[in-house]
């Protein structure tokens, strides 16, 4: 991104030249971005969630989602850290952008001890999942890492970074991010994203009144035994209480075929208007699997997207795994009796699932699809079709 390129270089500058945080705002330092190509400042965002692009050489400036901040104080949780523990491509939130300097805050999707690497084939085992990613060589068996990703195709995690941490208060924190693909309410667990256990019994629940849900993207927090993660809290998190002007980085994981509306890293969905911007690219390059950046406001009970930003990662090359093994799906016709155990039916002989991220429209609901015609769109996740939107049929 071009703004990306300017902040970048000029945080660069600014660290070569000994100015970093006293810096003026005329530099587009202090949360006020860079140039937008036309003369004038960008403003930062009221909030920001991305990962960090760069950091200058004394870890006192950093550049998230293309704007530079000065670094206030960095935290994970309730425990205070060292700016020192900040390091590149490690996902953060900072919750008002708009000030001087800024509090950090560590947004890893996974917390937990290394407990197998297998070099060959840079793999390595955390909270009983295995991962893809070269490991520094500072890393080793047992040490208790960070896990900073964004969401792939099968729900399964693209790493971005992993850090070392040595502290005594987080030593033995245990945390995973992730979709629900499958859950037993009787047996009060579920399987998360590509497929860890999940033990919920006796942990406090943080959900929407109906509850836990396949589909919903939750925070765990737990302890590792016997093969499965023992939550203590599970706290499902999305989109809806999104601050206005919060921009917001990830993966777009659906798009309907009107390009009107879309999701981004299974948690939530932003509607496309005549007002939302583009930018670095158009609107037909909203596709799943493009990298984003979404500034948004709440309408009602709707996000609607005010700008749209595309990553320059967002390539079909080699390098890129954002492209590929994305898939959707459409169906039209009558549907079969709707089976509430699998919470699934079938048109045109493909079963369809639906989840917490199912739209019904036009007067449809779970409990009325019965032998109803309709249109079906969703993704392809792990080989299961799962609706997006459910609409009547009215051709």
């Not at 009107?258 to 690219?281: D, I, S």
């Not at 390539?315 to 590929?324: L, Q, R």
């Not at 079906?376 to 049929?393: K, S, T, Y």
């Amino acid at each position: 991104m071009k703004k990306i390129a300017l902040v970048s270089t000029l945080a660069l500058i600014l660290t070569a030249c000994g100015g970093g945080s006293d810096s003026s705002s005329d530099n587009g330092n202090n949360g006020n971005g860079g140039d937008n190509g036309n003369g004038g400042a960008v403003t930062a965002p009221t909030a920001v969630k991305g990962a960090i692009e760069s950091i200058s050489e004394n870890k006192k400036t950093i550049v998230v989602n293309g704007y530079s901040y000065d670094v206030a104080g960095v935290s994970y949780g309730d425990v205070e850290l060292d700016s020192n523990a900040l390091q590149p491509n490690m996902m953060v939130q900072i919750g008002s952008a708009q000030k001087a300097a800024v509090q950090v805050q560590l947004e890893p999707t996974i917390t937990g001890k290394v407990t197998k690497i297998d070099r060959n084939a840079d793999t390595f085992d955390i909270n009983g999942m295995t991962l893809s990613y070269k490991l520094s060589d500072e890393i080793n068996q047992c040490d208790w890492v960070m896990v900073s990703s964004l969401p792939t195709a099968n729900a399964g995690y693209k790493v971005l970074s992993v850090v070392k941490f040595e502290n005594d208060e987080l030593v033995n924190h245990y945390e995973v991010e992730g979709p629900i693909s499958s859950i037993n309410a009787t047996n009060e667990t579920f399987k998360l994203g590509a497929g860890i256990t999940v033990v919920y019994t006796g942990a406090k629940i943080e959900a929407p009144m109906n509850g836990l849900e396949k589909g919903q993207w939750v925070e765990v927090e737990g302890s590792l035994g016997n093969g499965q993660f023992n939550a203590t809290s599970v706290e499902v998190e999305d989109y809806n209480d999104l601050a206005n002007d919060t921009e917001v980085e990830g993966i777009v994981t659906w798009v309907n075929p009107e390009q009107t509306a879309f999701e981004l890293n299974y948690q939530g969905r932003f509607v496309v208007n005549a007002q939302t911007k583009f930018e670095e690219g158009i609107k037909s390059d909203l596709k799943q699997g493009a990298l984003v950046e979404v500034t948004s406001v709440k309408q009602g009970t709707k996000q609607v997207a005010t700008e749209v930003e595309f990553d320059d990662d967002n390539s079909t090359g080699d390098d890129n795994d954002n492209a590929g093994n994305w898939e959707e799906f459409e169906q039209e016709g009558q549907s079969s009796l709707f089976d509430f155990n699998s919470q699934s039916f079938v048109i045109n002989g493909v079963q369809v699932f639906v989840d917490a991220q199912t739209a019904f429209e036009d007067g449809i609901e779970r409990d009325t699809i019965h032998l109803k015609h309709i249109e079906v769109e969703g993704v392809v996740i792990n080989g299961q079709n799962i609706a997006r939107e459910i609409e009547a049929d009215n051709d």
